[in-house]
Every structure is written in C-alpha cells, then in structure tokens.
C-alpha cells in the first residue's frame, strides 16, 4: 500500500491509481529499473529552497534540475538544492528520500518539468523505497497544482 496520507488523499478524491512494490531501490534509476518502468516515464521528487522557502521540484528520472530554469519560474532571486537535514522532518510518513510530489500535503509548492506533464500516466515513489503508485497525470495536476515549467537541462548543476 501507498503511504498512508497519500492512499487516504487518493481515495478521498476517488482516484484510480496502481501501487506498484518492488525490491528496495534508492535512486531514481534504480527504482525504475526495479520497477521495469522506463526512466523517462518515473517522476523523481528533488527538494529545493526557493528564497529560502522549502519546494518540490519534480522531473523524469534521468533528467538533471536547472536551478537557473527553476529560479526563473519561481519569479525567484535564490534557488538552492536543499539538504536532507533540512526537510527530514517534513515527511513523516515516509522513508528519508522516499516523498511523493504530492506537496500540497505538505505545505509545499510543487513545480514540475513539462516533459512530465506531457505524458498520460506518471509514477513516483509512495513514501517508501519499494513501492511507486502509477495514475493518470491530468488527476496528479488536478489534486497537485503544479506550476508547470521546463525545468530539466542537458547540462548544469545535478540534482
């Protein structure tokens, strides 16, 4: 099962979904290959501080974050990758590192990179390390309210 928070969401708002378990797996390559989704097709969560503000970032599992991208989308003067001392406590429902993009749960802004936003389907981590849930994309942005953006760049700094 999903995590807990995110099933009762999903439920509540009377969205199809798939739990998909897997062997644990901790980097967003791994955990689509595990999976046997492509990379492309698994959304991975990247925290970030937006003029100090904790904020999702969400791209393709082999896309790389362009902070510079980032920051003009925020309409921001700052945008930095955040440290995982500094959100762990902000998931607790989930394994370290395992967070749906599922911000609006946790107070947080969502941006997510257009690539992703162009698929039907997408599938990100359920709060653990072995289990992803799969749904429709239209039901993520309308439960999520992404600011949609290109936000992944061949080069750059990594995330």
């Known amino acids: 099962m999903p995590g807990t928070k995110l099933k009762q969401f999903l439920d509540e708002n009377q969205v199809r979904y798939v739990s998909v378990r897997h062997s644990p797996a901790y980097t967003a390559q791994e955990i689509a290959a595990s999976a046997h989704i492509p990379g492309r097709e698994l959304a991975k969560t ?19 974050l362009d902070l510079g991208s980032l920051r003009r989308a925020a309409g921001a003067r700052s945008v930095t990758l955040a440290d ?15 967070m749906p993009p599922f911000g609006n749960l946790y107070g947080l ?3 997510i990179d257009r690539a992703l ?5 997408i599938a990100f981590n359920a709060g653990s390390h072995a289990e992803l849930v799969q749904m429709d994309y239209r039901q993520f942005e309308r439960l999520v309210q ?12 990594r995330a």
């Open 46 to 64: 990247v925290m970030v501080k937006i003029d100090g503000a904790m904020a999702m970032a969400v791209l393709a599992a082999p896309a790389r």
């Open 84 to 98: 995982e001392k500094e959100f762990s406590g902000a998931f607790p429902d989930c394994e370290p590192g395992a």
């Open 109 to 111: 802004k969502v941006y």
């Open 117 to 121: 936003a162009e698929d039907r389907q």
């Open 146 to 157: 992404p600011v949609v953006a290109s936000l992944s760049a061949e080069r750059g700094p």
